[in-house]
T-cell receptor, first 116, second 107 residues
Framework: DAGVIQSPRHEVTEMGQEVTLRCKPI?????LFWYRQTMMRGLELLIY????????DSGMPEDRFSAKMPNASFSTLKIQPSEPRDSAVYFC???FGRGGNTGELFFGEGSRLTVL | KNEVEQSPQNLTAQEGEFITINCSYS?????LHWLQQHPGGGIVSLFM???GKKKHGRLIATINIQEKHSSLHITASHPRDSAVYIC?????????FGTGTSLTVIP
């Protein structure tokens, strides 16, 4: 199995530009998570999908952030317009959860975003 | 207010030493996760626990639900164990993360 695949691995963009990060979860997993990691705040959960449905997006910083999961094998995290404070590493993780338990998490390698 | 507290923040050990990293949490949980992040940035799940104890190779994780406390132990530590170890708890639909313990094992 290829594991969780994220793209791009690195992105440098200018303030105001739209950024789209992509994630392909492990086949068969029913839960997908987007996390953000910064030096100041550590790891934070942004949004959590279960069976392609957003369950909790309370971690999404503001309206500039949106996430979609159109099918079980693909998710996007979009930032529009981007700001320098959005610079971070964005991780996608997937799992097979059941019975109220998310299951073991499998992380992608992350997308490092720099907004100038 | 941090829902998950880890200690110590930084730890340096000699190769071969027994290492313990602690995690305390303040919320009700369905599971606790220990994650490992190497200098390259990738994150790997080491354990997912809801009770008792789990062992994988030289790594042992324990959890005490009543005391809301978990420990990660590394026996016979090795320089390749040098990484940041992160405790995370799953509470309802939320994940709360500790700030991580940076471990350096010196040959």
């Amino acid at each position: 199995d290829a594991g969780v695949i994220q793209s791009p691995r690195h992105e440098v963009t200018e303030m105001g530009q739209e950024v789209t990060l992509r994630c392909k979860p492990i086949s068969g997993h029913n839960s997908l998570f987007w996390y953000r990691q910064t030096m100041m705040r550590g790891l934070e959960l942004l949004i959590y999908f279960n069976n392609n449905v957003p369950i909790d997006d309370s971690g999404m910083p503001e309206d500039r952030f949106s996430a979609k999961m159109p099918n079980a094998s693909f998710s996007t995290l979009k930032i529009q317009p981007s700001e320098p404070r959005d610079s971070a590493v964005y991780f996608c993780a997937s799992s097979f959860g059941r019975g109220g338990n998310t299951g073991e998490l499998f992380f992608g390698e992350g997308s490092r975003l720099t907004v100038l | 207010k941090n829902e998950v507290e880890q200690s110590p923040q930084n730890l340096t050990a000699q190769e071969g030493e027994f290492i313990t990293i602690n995690c305390s949490y303040s919320v009700g949980i369905s599971a606790l996760h220990w994650l490992q992040q190497h200098p390259g940035g990738g994150i790997v799940s080491l354990f997912m626990l809801s009770s008792g104890k789990k062992k994988h190779g030289r790594l042992i994780a324990t959890i005490n639900i009543q005391e809301k406390h978990s420990s990660l132990h590394i026996t016979a530590s090795h320089p390749r164990d040098s990484a940041v170890y992160i405790c995370a708890v799953n509470s309802g639909n939320q994940f709360y993360f500790g700030t991580g313990t940076s471990l350096t094992v010196i040959p």
